[in-house]
């Protein structure tokens, strides 16, 4: 790239990093130091201002960066990605949101812990949650570092390295100063930027084809190298059986894991009522919906106008699709109007990163706090301040993003997250479902849940093509591949079911009856909520 992208692009990165700062402190000096304040910003958020800020933490790198980059290198089947996030949406407004918002204060341990023995499970949903959260982190720093990369010229390690880092030490500062109530006014700027920048490289993708999109589609089919099968299922995921698995244990992954997602559930605690957290959810699936259409545009519009082969040259799992894309529509590469299109869209991208890692790392320090540290402590130990607790772990989660994201650098970002959404499915919503709907499940229940869900995904990962036996592993040069599916989830949600059954059913404990009745009046009234 040449010297004004750079200049430019890193002048309105710093303007961002700027203004997201100066909120961040403007909040922390009017902080009361409270734990409800610190988790969940008090509850004082309307629902509109909750939805952009759901949106804003839910349309993440891999939206942004990553779906477009599957559709512009594997046409149709890049699409599951952005069908499968917007209908998770439904399963979470129907099943979970209001729900979740009576029954829990900050975690989703507060919701399966409202009836059983709180120790032995919040230790094991606190230990999913922070599993979850750090997947689902180094998703954003991979995304983070191909976008450097490619601002400073596609070659430089040690830019991507040091990028990294900066993300993870920036996501520590706004979580240690602000909380929730800076990470949510960080996301909510965050979402209306994004939602103008994707809409104004939509419209000029729109106006390159005349509003032909039927155009677009055919001239896409054409750069694409793969002809007609560009437009038809079975490109990526179509080739034998094993693909086709790949394919619906990705679906599966992506439909269900949303509703199991830490950062996700703790924003359904920062609005007053079950009722406003409701229509927060619909104020979301707007906005995300209108997203994930304009995405489907951009990918095919990166594959028409940039070309496949360059995207796949620029940066081999497409991540770099969408700024490629802008600085061709604004002129190209030696343009006025192609530098500062590039200059904003990578800004964006940015923000958008900035933003969703700063509410993931929030949601995971929460659980190490309330839920990991509190249910740990040894008994007659002096007890630390719960905030003081998160603020440690948040540094220690970003330790821990920063060198994951850095041996994942070359992965998809839209890939890495399906990761994250298999676990979540996995281990996160059979309990949460079981918790809220199954008047026998029992502490044991709850325990199997989590773990027989957890640990399959995890190992399942360990011995797939993703780990090793691969050109595209994260380590090529071995090979103790067993599994053959990329994406485990056919396989460990089920378990996860399975294992909640099993526990109950084999359990000598008897379920509280008069705890589930206690918790479904609350749930379906919000009767004694926080």
């Not at 099968?229 to 990526?236: C, H, I, S, T, V």
């Not at 993703?466 to 103790?480: E, M, T, Y």
């Amino acid at each position: 790239m040449t010297g004004d992208h750079q200049t430019l692009a890193l002048v309105l990165f710093g303007v961002f990093v700027a203004v997201t700062l100066a909120i961040t402190t403007w909040v922390s000096r009017h902080r009361h130091g409270s734990a409800e304040e610190f988790y969940v910003g008090g509850r004082l958020f309307s629902p509109m201002e909750n939805g952009f800020a759901v949106a804003g933490d839910y349309m993440s790198a891999a939206s942004f960066l990553g779906i477009s980059g599957l559709i512009a290198l594997f046409g149709y089947d890049g699409l599951l990605y952005s069908v499968g996030f917007l209908v998770a949406w439904l399963v979470v407004l129907f099943l979970v949101a209001e729900l979740v918002r009576n029954c829990g204060r900050f975690t989703l341990a507060d919701v399966v812990a409202a009836r059983m023995r709180e120790r032995p499970v919040r230790i094991a949903a606190g230990t999913s949650s922070v599993t979850v959260s750090v997947l689902y982190l180094v998703a954003q720093m991979v995304g983070a570092g191909s976008l450097v990369a490619l601002l400073l010229g596609g070659t430089s390690g040690a830019a991507q390295t040091w990028t990294v880092v900066g993300v993870g030490a920036l996501m520590v500062i706004y979580v240690s100063w602000g909380g929730m109530r800076a990470t949510t006014w960080i996301q909510i700027v965050k979402a209306v930027l994004l939602m103008c920048g994707a809409m104004a490289l939509t419209v000029l993708v729109l106006v390159r084809f005349h509003g032909d999109f039927d155009q677009l589609l055919r001239t896409a089919a054409d750069r694409s190298g793969h002809g007609e099968r560009f437009l038809a299922p079975g490109l990526k995921y179509g080739g034998d059986w094993t693909a086709r698995l790949d394919f619906i244990s990705l679906g599966l992954a992506l439909v269900l894991g949303t509703a199991g997602l830490p950062h996700i559930l703790s924003r359904f605690y920062t609005v007053p009522t079950a009722r406003a957290a409701r229509r927060s959810v619909v104020w979301s699936i707007g906005l995300i919906g209108s997203f994930y259409l304009m995405t489907i545009v951009l990918g095919f519009g990166a594959a028409a106008i940039v070309g496949s082969e360059a995207v796949r040259g620029s940066n081999a799992a497409g991540n770099t699709a969408v700024p490629l894309l802008a600085l061709d529509l604004g002129g190209g590469a030696d343009s006025t109007g192609g530098t500062v299109l590039f200059a904003i869209v990578a800004a964006v991208a940015f923000a958008t990163i900035l933003a969703v890692v700063a509410g993931i790392t929030l949601a995971s320090s929460a659980s190490v706090a309330h839920d990991l540290y509190a249910s740990l402590r040894r008994r007659g130990a002096e007890p630390r301040s719960e905030v003081a607790v998160a603020r440690v772990a948040a540094a220690g989660i970003g330790v821990v993003a920063i060198g994951l994201g850095l041996l994942a650098r070359d992965l998809n970002v839209a890939f890495l997250v399906g990761l994250a959404f298999a676990v979540a499915a996995s281990a996160n919503l059979p309990v949460l479902l079981y918790s809220l709907f199954w008047r026998n499940f029992t502490t044991r229940g709850a325990v199997w849940s989590v773990y027989g869900g957890l640990l399959p995904a995890l190992v399942l990962v360990l011995f797939s093509p993703v780990v090793s036996g691969a050109p595209n592993s994260l380590f090529p040069g071995v090979d103790f591949q067993y599994f053959p599916l990329e994406n485990p989830g056919l396989v460990s949600i089920p378990l996860g079911f399975l294992a909640g059954w099993l526990g109950t059913v084999t359990s000598r404990e008897p379920a509280d009856e008069a705890k589930h009745a206690e918790t479904e009046v609350r749930s379906l009234t919000g009767a004694g909520a926080a």
